[in-house]
Nanobody, 119 residues
Framework: QVQLVESGGGLVQAGGSLRLSCAAS????????MGWFRQAPGKERAFVAS????????NYSDSAKGRFTISRDNAENTVYLQMNSLKPEDTAVYYC????????????WGQGTQVTVSS
């Protein structure tokens, strides 16, 4: 099993920055890729960014490209999401997730952290 705990959310003005953290514990050696997703009120959960544990290869949604950066610290079993130039439409609960191999779904999820961007 893998446990994930997010932190770093909060209230920020439009144009500001936040850095989210996701600390993994348990069978962390079995993690293949970790990702960030978000869910705004009344909307479905959406992919934001992901990073592979071994090579650090990254993927971003179109809305995240150029503004958000995902990174990892394998020694600390932590993944980060640096969010810059935040917009009110970035307001959502942000979730960290992990998958154990390339073909699987994200089977492990954190509890989420709220990000609110005021205009």
């Amino acid at each position: 099993q893998v446990q994930l705990v997010e932190s770093g959310g909060g209230l920020v003005q439009a144009g500001g920055s936040l850095r989210l953290s996701c600390a993994a514990s348990g069978r962390t050696f079995s993690i293949y890729r970790m990702g960030w997703f978000r869910q705004a009120p009344g909307k479905e959960r959406a992919f934001v960014a992901s990073i592979s544990r071994s090579r650090g290869s990254t993927n971003y949604s179109d809305s995240a490209k150029g503004r958000f950066t995902i990174s990892r610290d394998n020694a600390e079993n932590t993944v980060y999401l640096q969010m810059n130039s935040l917009k009110p439409e970035d307001t959502a609960v942000y979730y960290c997730a992990a998958k154990l191999d390339e073909g699987s779904v994200y089977g492990f999820w954190g509890q989420g952290t709220q990000v609110t961007v005021s205009s």
